[in-house]
């Protein structure tokens, strides 16, 4: 079935808003045979995620999707068939009345949550106010019940690291943590080199080294070898997960993909008002640990909470390296455990093909 749909993205900041949504239509389009259209107010951000993407351009077709420029006024179009809006980006008004004009499927894309609610709001309707329009929650998850995770048929990861030192990537926020990460590093016995992604992560290891380290860039101190990346293209920044002992994640996609890469990771969650995001690590936590050994399930939580409330990281690394073992071993269980909700772009497929 041809199915036409809209997804609609508003770039909040960062890289994951686009990140999510241009896997998520690439698959739809590629996958599921869908007529793609991406509204997005910020299509620069995309630009580094697939290169060819030229952020001047008001229309493209990439990979089968149509990347078209969510302008203020909304253009005059025909809604779609499924109407997904990303993360709760309100639509635009004149779009929301054609839609009542032929009701679509209406979907909110929610971000991803390992709290135990999601299940309970997966699939909720939640009728139009006004307008004879009807809106499903569409939750991401880990768990039965839920909608489960994006994982592209073509999702590579790359052959695993041969290199001789222990290799770690670093994508994260801001985090007052790092600077003693850094030290704890570099002062170590054990040769570490890692990988910095560029942006807010190569902008604080610079601040440490006191000196410029720009994309290309590669030095020393001690025993910590430090390379600065380029922006990588999704698929090349997947082969790097893949050929890394240890990922730093942060966010919502690069979270995930550690997961698929099947590699020891550290998830720097995105911080919310009200400490909202602890309750949302410790979540995830409880699921991913829960059948490790205690000194293992210890240690990733432990070095999880000091890097994200910025606690003694230098405290809790010696127990996460010697746990890095059980922890790689874990990676192949714990992706058929993720895997098991079903594909995320399959089950939006199958929810909306039941309804149209
Ligand atoms: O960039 P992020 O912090 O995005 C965040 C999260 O999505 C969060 O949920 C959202 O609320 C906030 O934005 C507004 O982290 P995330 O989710 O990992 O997205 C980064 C994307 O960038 C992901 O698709 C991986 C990709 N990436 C590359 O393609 N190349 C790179 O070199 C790097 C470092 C990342």
Redesign the pocket.
């Known amino acids: 079935m041809n199915i036409s749909c809209d997804l609609f993205c508003a770039?909040?900041?960062?890289?994951?808003?686009?990140?999510?949504c241009?896997?998520l239509a690439r698959q739809l389009a590629r996958e599921q045979g869908w007529a793609m259209r991406l509204w997005i107010d910020d299509s620069a951000a995309l630009c580094?995620?697939r290169p060819g993407v030229d952020a001047a351009l008001d229309r493209q077709v990439i990979d089968g999707v149509e990347i078209c420029r969510w302008t203020s006024p909304f253009p005059a179009v025909e809604p779609a068939q499924v109407v997904i809006e990303a993360?709760a980006c309100e639509l635009p008004a004149s779009y929301l009345a054609a839609m009542a004009q032929r009701p679509p499927v209406w979907l909110n894309l929610e971000?991803?949550c390992a709290e135990r609610w999601v299940a309970g709001c997966h699939r909720m309707a939640s009728p139009h106010p006004t307008l004879p329009l009807v809106k499903h929650f569409f939750f991401p998850g880990f768990t039965a019940g839920t909608g489960g995770l994006i994982r592209e048929q073509d999702a590579d990861f790359g052959a695993r690291r041969s290199g001789p030192a222990f290799a770690v990537s670093l994508?994260c926020?801001d985090n007052p943590a790092l600077p003693a990460l850094l030290d704890t590093w570099a002062t170590g016995a054990e040769p570490i080199t890692c990988r910095v992604?560029?942006?807010l992560?190569r902008r604080q290891v610079e601040a440490w080294l006191n000196e410029p380290f720009a994309p290309g860039d590669e030095t020393r101190r001690g025993a910590l070898a430090l390379t600065a990346?380029?922006?990588?293209?999704?698929p090349?920044?997947d082969r790097?997960l893949g050929g890394c002992d240890l990922n730093f994640?942060?966010?919502?996609?690069?979270?995930v993909?550690a997961q698929w890469a099947q590699r020891p990771f550290v998830w720097h969650i995105?911080r919310q008002d009200g400490n909202a995001h602890a309750e949302k690590l410790e979540a995830f936590l409880a699921l991913y640990a829960a059948s490790l050994d205690s000194d293992a399930r210890q240690a990733v939580c432990a070095f999880s909470r000091a890097w994200n409330g910025g606690g003694n990281v230098a405290a809790a690394w010696p127990a996460l390296r010697r746990a890095l073992p059980q922890l790689a071993a874990h990676g192949a269980p714990w992706a058929r455990q993720i895997a098991l909700p079903g594909n995320l772009a399959e089950n939006l497929a199958q929810f909306c093909r039941e309804r149209i």
């Open positions: 770039v909040v900041d960062n890289f994951g808003d686009a990140g999510v241009w896997r580094g995620l993360f971000y991803l994508f926020y992604a560029d942006g992560p990346l380029p922006f990588l293209p999704q090349e920044y790097l994640v942060r966010g919502e996609d690069s979270f993909r995105y």
